[in-house]
Protein backbone atom coordinates (compact mmCIF):
# COMPACT_ATOMS: atom_id res chain seq x y z
CA UNK A 1 0.00 0.00 0.00
CA UNK A 2 3.03 2.40 0.98
CA UNK A 3 4.23 1.41 -2.56
CA UNK A 4 1.39 2.63 -4.25
CA UNK A 5 0.79 5.27 -2.31
CA UNK A 6 4.43 6.88 -3.52
CA UNK A 7 4.12 5.76 -7.31
CA UNK A 8 1.19 7.89 -6.93
CA UNK A 9 2.06 11.06 -5.50
CA UNK A 10 4.83 10.63 -7.57
CA UNK A 11 3.48 10.26 -10.44
CA UNK A 12 0.68 13.65 -10.15
CA UNK A 13 3.96 15.50 -8.81
CA UNK A 14 5.35 14.97 -12.56
CA UNK A 15 1.98 15.94 -13.77
CA UNK A 16 2.04 19.32 -11.32
CA UNK A 17 5.94 19.91 -12.51
CA UNK A 18 5.16 19.84 -16.12
CA UNK A 19 2.11 21.71 -16.06
CA UNK A 20 4.30 24.53 -14.01
CA UNK A 21 6.91 24.57 -17.12
CA UNK A 22 4.04 24.63 -20.01
CA UNK A 23 2.29 27.35 -17.96
CA UNK A 24 5.57 29.16 -17.55
CA UNK A 25 6.39 28.97 -21.05
CA UNK A 26 2.98 29.43 -22.76
CA UNK A 27 3.12 33.22 -22.50
CA UNK A 28 7.01 33.43 -23.12
CA UNK A 29 6.44 31.76 -26.67
CA UNK A 30 3.61 33.95 -28.13
CA UNK A 31 4.71 35.76 -31.03
CA UNK A 32 4.66 40.13 -30.06
CA UNK A 33 6.24 42.48 -27.63
CA UNK A 34 6.14 40.80 -24.15
CA UNK A 35 5.07 44.59 -22.83
CA UNK A 36 2.00 44.82 -24.36
CA UNK A 37 0.54 41.66 -22.71
CA UNK A 38 1.68 43.19 -20.05
CA UNK A 39 0.78 46.91 -20.30
CA UNK A 40 -1.73 46.55 -22.84
CA UNK A 41 -2.07 49.72 -25.64
CA UNK A 42 -0.58 51.83 -23.39
CA UNK A 43 2.71 50.79 -24.38
CA UNK A 44 3.16 53.02 -26.70
CA UNK A 45 3.11 56.15 -24.31
CA UNK A 46 5.82 54.57 -22.43
CA UNK A 47 9.29 55.75 -22.60
CA UNK A 48 12.38 53.70 -22.99
CA UNK A 49 13.27 54.06 -19.30
CA UNK A 50 9.24 52.96 -18.27
CA UNK A 51 9.50 49.91 -20.49
CA UNK A 52 13.05 48.79 -19.40
CA UNK A 53 11.56 49.31 -15.29
CA UNK A 54 8.46 47.36 -16.41
CA UNK A 55 10.70 44.85 -18.16
CA UNK A 56 12.71 44.57 -15.13
CA UNK A 57 9.76 44.65 -12.41
CA UNK A 58 8.45 41.20 -14.19
CA UNK A 59 12.46 39.28 -14.61
CA UNK A 60 12.10 39.72 -18.39
CA UNK A 61 15.67 41.11 -19.07
CA UNK A 62 17.03 37.87 -16.96
CA UNK A 63 17.87 35.24 -19.36
CA UNK A 64 15.35 32.52 -20.11
CA UNK A 65 16.53 29.94 -17.86
CA UNK A 66 17.16 32.70 -14.78
CA UNK A 67 13.50 33.04 -15.46
CA UNK A 68 12.19 29.98 -14.92
CA UNK A 69 14.50 29.48 -11.68
CA UNK A 70 12.84 32.49 -10.59
CA UNK A 71 9.43 31.72 -11.50
CA UNK A 72 9.90 27.92 -9.64
CA UNK A 73 10.63 30.04 -6.15
CA UNK A 74 8.17 32.42 -6.66
CA UNK A 75 5.03 30.08 -6.85
CA UNK A 76 6.62 27.79 -4.29
CA UNK A 77 6.37 30.78 -2.17
CA UNK A 78 2.48 31.94 -3.13
CA UNK A 79 4.38 34.97 -5.34
CA UNK A 80 2.62 35.15 -8.66
CA UNK A 81 3.72 38.07 -9.69
CA UNK A 82 1.89 41.71 -9.46
CA UNK A 83 -1.11 42.59 -11.52
CA UNK A 84 -0.82 45.55 -14.09
CA UNK A 85 -4.54 45.95 -14.64
CA UNK A 86 -5.65 45.92 -11.07
CA UNK A 87 -2.32 47.63 -8.92
CA UNK A 88 -1.89 44.61 -6.77
CA UNK A 89 -0.23 41.58 -5.90
CA UNK A 90 -1.47 38.85 -7.78
CA UNK A 91 -2.05 36.75 -4.50
CA UNK A 92 -4.19 39.55 -2.53
CA UNK A 93 -6.40 39.19 -5.80
CA UNK A 94 -6.82 35.59 -5.69
CA UNK A 95 -7.08 35.42 -2.24
CA UNK A 96 -10.24 37.69 -2.22
CA UNK A 97 -11.75 35.36 -5.40
CA UNK A 98 -11.40 32.39 -4.44
CA UNK A 99 -13.38 31.97 -1.42
CA UNK A 100 -16.57 32.93 -3.14
CA UNK A 101 -15.71 30.01 -5.70
CA UNK A 102 -15.21 27.76 -2.86
CA UNK A 103 -18.71 28.84 -1.87
CA UNK A 104 -20.19 28.38 -5.03
CA UNK A 105 -18.27 25.09 -6.43
CA UNK A 106 -18.26 23.52 -3.37
CA UNK A 107 -22.07 24.02 -2.72
CA UNK A 108 -22.98 23.28 -5.97
CA UNK A 109 -21.02 19.84 -5.93
CA UNK A 110 -22.63 18.66 -2.49
CA UNK A 111 -26.33 19.46 -3.80
CA UNK A 112 -25.62 17.90 -7.04
CA UNK A 113 -24.23 14.79 -5.93
CA UNK A 114 -26.85 14.43 -3.27
CA UNK A 115 -29.33 15.04 -5.79
CA UNK A 116 -27.74 12.67 -8.23
CA UNK A 117 -27.50 10.02 -6.04
CA UNK A 118 -31.12 10.02 -4.97
CA UNK A 119 -32.55 10.66 -8.23
CA UNK A 120 -29.97 8.03 -9.94
CA UNK A 121 -30.60 5.39 -7.43
CA UNK A 122 -34.60 5.83 -7.46
CA UNK A 123 -34.34 5.54 -11.56
CA UNK A 124 -32.72 2.25 -11.23
CA UNK A 125 -34.28 0.69 -8.42
CA UNK A 126 -37.62 1.47 -10.68
CA UNK A 127 -36.12 0.85 -13.91
CA UNK A 128 -37.85 0.12 -17.25
CA UNK A 129 -40.96 2.02 -15.30
CA UNK A 130 -42.66 5.76 -15.96
CA UNK A 131 -40.56 7.09 -13.23
CA UNK A 132 -37.25 5.89 -15.09
CA UNK A 133 -38.59 7.05 -18.24
CA UNK A 134 -39.51 10.76 -16.76
CA UNK A 135 -35.91 10.91 -14.58
CA UNK A 136 -34.28 10.30 -17.86
CA UNK A 137 -35.80 12.60 -20.24
CA UNK A 138 -35.43 15.18 -17.38
CA UNK A 139 -31.95 14.81 -17.12
CA UNK A 140 -31.26 14.75 -20.49
CA UNK A 141 -33.07 18.14 -20.90
CA UNK A 142 -30.56 19.52 -18.17
CA UNK A 143 -27.36 18.28 -19.34
CA UNK A 144 -28.18 19.60 -23.12
CA UNK A 145 -28.91 23.07 -21.66
CA UNK A 146 -26.02 25.59 -22.35
CA UNK A 147 -24.73 27.07 -18.89
CA UNK A 148 -25.04 30.27 -19.90
CA UNK A 149 -28.82 30.05 -21.38
CA UNK A 150 -29.76 28.30 -18.05
CA UNK A 151 -28.67 31.37 -15.93
CA UNK A 152 -30.11 33.95 -17.91
CA UNK A 153 -33.64 32.47 -18.26
CA UNK A 154 -32.95 32.19 -14.36
CA UNK A 155 -32.07 36.17 -14.24
CA UNK A 156 -34.90 36.88 -16.36
CA UNK A 157 -37.75 35.02 -14.63
CA UNK A 158 -37.01 35.43 -11.09
CA UNK A 159 -34.54 38.19 -11.09
CA UNK A 160 -35.85 40.85 -13.54
CA UNK A 161 -39.32 39.68 -13.81
CA UNK A 162 -40.15 38.50 -10.05
CA UNK A 163 -37.47 40.49 -8.69
CA UNK A 164 -37.27 37.38 -5.71
CA UNK A 165 -32.80 37.59 -6.13
CA UNK A 166 -30.59 39.69 -7.18
CA UNK A 167 -28.87 39.00 -10.53
CA UNK A 168 -25.56 39.96 -9.78
CA UNK A 169 -22.76 39.94 -7.01
CA UNK A 170 -21.98 37.84 -3.95
CA UNK A 171 -23.35 41.03 -1.77
CA UNK A 172 -24.97 44.14 -1.88
CA UNK A 173 -22.63 46.87 -2.84
CA UNK A 174 -23.97 49.94 -0.42
CA UNK A 175 -24.59 50.20 2.87
CA UNK A 176 -22.70 47.28 4.24
CA UNK A 177 -24.75 44.63 6.51
CA UNK A 178 -23.49 42.76 9.65
CA UNK A 179 -24.83 39.69 11.71
CA UNK A 180 -27.38 37.75 10.56
CA UNK A 181 -28.45 39.94 7.63
CA UNK A 182 -25.04 39.98 5.61
CA UNK A 183 -24.93 35.80 5.95
CA UNK A 184 -28.49 36.21 4.37
CA UNK A 185 -27.21 38.78 1.16
CA UNK A 186 -24.84 36.24 0.68
CA UNK A 187 -27.14 33.47 0.18
CA UNK A 188 -29.61 35.70 -1.49
CA UNK A 189 -27.10 36.23 -3.95
CA UNK A 190 -25.95 32.64 -3.87
CA UNK A 191 -29.08 31.39 -5.17
CA UNK A 192 -29.04 31.74 -8.97
CA UNK A 193 -25.96 30.77 -9.53
CA UNK A 194 -25.91 27.90 -7.19
CA UNK A 195 -29.22 26.91 -8.97
CA UNK A 196 -27.21 27.06 -12.25
CA UNK A 197 -24.44 25.20 -11.31
CA UNK A 198 -26.22 22.06 -9.64
CA UNK A 199 -28.98 22.27 -12.38
CA UNK A 200 -25.94 21.52 -15.32
CA UNK A 201 -24.15 19.57 -12.93
CA UNK A 202 -27.06 16.76 -11.59
CA UNK A 203 -27.01 15.03 -14.88
CA UNK A 204 -23.64 13.62 -14.86
CA UNK A 205 -24.03 12.74 -11.78
CA UNK A 206 -27.64 10.94 -12.28
CA UNK A 207 -26.83 8.55 -14.94
CA UNK A 208 -23.17 7.46 -13.04
CA UNK A 209 -25.25 6.53 -10.30
CA UNK A 210 -27.96 4.93 -12.14
CA UNK A 211 -25.81 2.88 -14.19
CA UNK A 212 -23.92 1.87 -11.27
CA UNK A 213 -27.15 1.08 -9.55
CA UNK A 214 -28.14 -0.87 -12.61
CA UNK A 215 -25.05 -3.39 -12.42
CA UNK A 216 -25.49 -3.84 -8.23
CA UNK A 217 -28.89 -4.67 -8.81
CA UNK A 218 -27.85 -7.87 -10.56
CA UNK A 219 -25.59 -9.31 -8.11
CA UNK A 220 -25.63 -12.39 -6.25
CA UNK A 221 -25.78 -10.89 -2.97
CA UNK A 222 -29.18 -8.90 -3.85
CA UNK A 223 -30.94 -12.04 -4.92
CA UNK A 224 -30.35 -13.75 -1.96
CA UNK A 225 -31.45 -10.58 0.34
CA UNK A 226 -34.66 -10.64 -1.49
CA UNK A 227 -35.07 -14.89 -1.34
CA UNK A 228 -34.50 -14.05 2.29
CA UNK A 229 -37.56 -11.93 2.40
CA UNK A 230 -35.69 -8.57 3.60
CA UNK A 231 -37.31 -5.42 3.00
CA UNK A 232 -37.41 -3.62 0.42
CA UNK A 233 -35.95 -0.55 2.16
CA UNK A 234 -33.07 -2.55 3.17
CA UNK A 235 -32.47 -4.40 0.21
CA UNK A 236 -32.30 -1.11 -1.73
CA UNK A 237 -30.46 1.30 0.97
CA UNK A 238 -28.09 -1.21 2.84
CA UNK A 239 -27.09 -3.50 -0.52
CA UNK A 240 -28.28 -1.57 -3.36
CA UNK A 241 -27.29 1.58 -2.78
CA UNK A 242 -24.31 1.37 -0.88
CA UNK A 243 -22.15 -0.40 -3.15
CA UNK A 244 -23.17 1.47 -5.61
CA UNK A 245 -21.66 4.59 -4.15
CA UNK A 246 -18.28 3.72 -4.96
CA UNK A 247 -17.91 4.87 -8.12
CA UNK A 248 -19.62 8.50 -7.23
CA UNK A 249 -16.32 8.59 -5.22
CA UNK A 250 -14.10 8.69 -7.92
CA UNK A 251 -16.74 11.51 -9.92
CA UNK A 252 -17.21 13.73 -6.18
CA UNK A 253 -12.90 13.86 -6.43
CA UNK A 254 -12.52 14.21 -10.00
CA UNK A 255 -16.13 16.78 -10.32
CA UNK A 256 -14.22 18.95 -6.79
CA UNK A 257 -11.14 19.79 -9.44
CA UNK A 258 -13.31 20.71 -12.86
CA UNK A 259 -15.95 22.49 -10.85
CA UNK A 260 -13.32 25.52 -11.08
CA UNK A 261 -13.22 25.66 -14.32
CA UNK A 262 -16.91 25.35 -15.37
CA UNK A 263 -17.73 28.14 -12.87
CA UNK A 264 -16.34 30.88 -14.95
CA UNK A 265 -19.61 30.96 -17.38
CA UNK A 266 -21.92 31.31 -14.50
CA UNK A 267 -19.90 33.83 -12.75
CA UNK A 268 -19.35 35.78 -15.88
CA UNK A 269 -23.06 35.58 -16.47
CA UNK A 270 -24.24 36.36 -12.90
CA UNK A 271 -20.85 38.75 -12.11
CA UNK A 272 -20.11 36.68 -9.42
CA UNK A 273 -16.59 37.54 -8.01
CA UNK A 274 -15.02 34.46 -8.13
CA UNK A 275 -11.54 33.00 -9.67
CA UNK A 276 -13.87 32.35 -13.00
CA UNK A 277 -14.60 36.12 -13.20
CA UNK A 278 -11.09 36.93 -12.29
CA UNK A 279 -10.36 34.66 -15.93
CA UNK A 280 -13.00 36.55 -17.72
CA UNK A 281 -11.60 40.37 -16.44
CA UNK A 282 -7.67 38.94 -17.20
CA UNK A 283 -8.57 37.84 -20.97
CA UNK A 284 -10.84 41.30 -21.85
CA UNK A 285 -7.90 43.23 -19.58
CA UNK A 286 -5.04 41.50 -21.42
CA UNK A 287 -3.76 40.98 -17.71
CA UNK A 288 -1.86 37.75 -18.28
CA UNK A 289 0.24 37.32 -15.55
CA UNK A 290 -3.27 37.17 -13.39
CA UNK A 291 -4.55 34.95 -16.36
CA UNK A 292 -1.53 32.91 -16.18
CA UNK A 293 -1.51 32.17 -12.18
CA UNK A 294 -5.72 31.00 -12.68
CA UNK A 295 -4.48 28.80 -15.11
CA UNK A 296 -2.12 27.10 -12.61
CA UNK A 297 -4.77 27.15 -9.15
CA UNK A 298 -7.29 25.17 -11.58
CA UNK A 299 -4.70 22.77 -13.29
CA UNK A 300 -3.71 22.27 -9.90
CA UNK A 301 -6.93 21.57 -8.38
CA UNK A 302 -7.82 19.45 -11.07
CA UNK A 303 -4.90 17.55 -10.56
CA UNK A 304 -5.31 17.37 -6.36
CA UNK A 305 -9.01 16.74 -7.71
CA UNK A 306 -7.75 13.41 -9.26
CA UNK A 307 -4.88 12.00 -6.65
CA UNK A 308 -7.34 12.34 -3.66
CA UNK A 309 -9.40 10.11 -5.54
CA UNK A 310 -6.64 7.69 -6.32
CA UNK A 311 -6.18 7.63 -2.69
CA UNK A 312 -9.13 7.39 -1.17
CA UNK A 313 -10.53 4.66 -3.85
CA UNK A 314 -8.81 1.89 -2.57
CA UNK A 315 -9.89 2.73 1.50
CA UNK A 316 -13.74 2.56 0.14
CA UNK A 317 -12.94 -0.46 -2.00
CA UNK A 318 -11.57 -3.73 -0.37
CA UNK A 319 -11.04 -5.48 -3.81
CA UNK A 320 -8.91 -2.25 -5.16
CA UNK A 321 -6.75 -2.35 -1.67
CA UNK A 322 -5.82 -6.22 -2.41
Known amino acids: MTKFLAQ?????????????T?????PRLMPGNPLIYLAGEDVAFLSAEEKASLLADYGLDKPLGQQY???????????????YQKKKPIADI???????TLLLTGSALILSSLLGVVFGAAAAWRRGTKTDAALLIQFMFFNSMPSFWVGMILVAVFGATL???PIYGAQRAWMPLSGWAYYKD?????????TTMVLISIPSTFMIMRYSMLNVLGEDYILMAKAKGLRENT????????????????I??????????????????????GLGRLMFEAVTGRDYPVLQASFLIITVAVVLGNLLADLLYPLVDPKVRR
Not at 186 to 194: A, D, M, T, W
Not at 258 to 268: D, L, R
Request: proline residues 4%; aromatic residues 18%; glycine residues 4%.
Open 69 to 83: IIYLKNITTGNFGYS
Open 94 to 100: IKERLPW
Open 163 to 165: RWF
Open 22 to 26: INFFL
Open 8 to 20: KIAQYALVIFITV
Open 235 to 250: IKYRYAVRNALLPMVT
Open 186 to 194: ILRHLVLPL
Open 252 to 273: FMLQLGYMFSGATVIETVFAYP
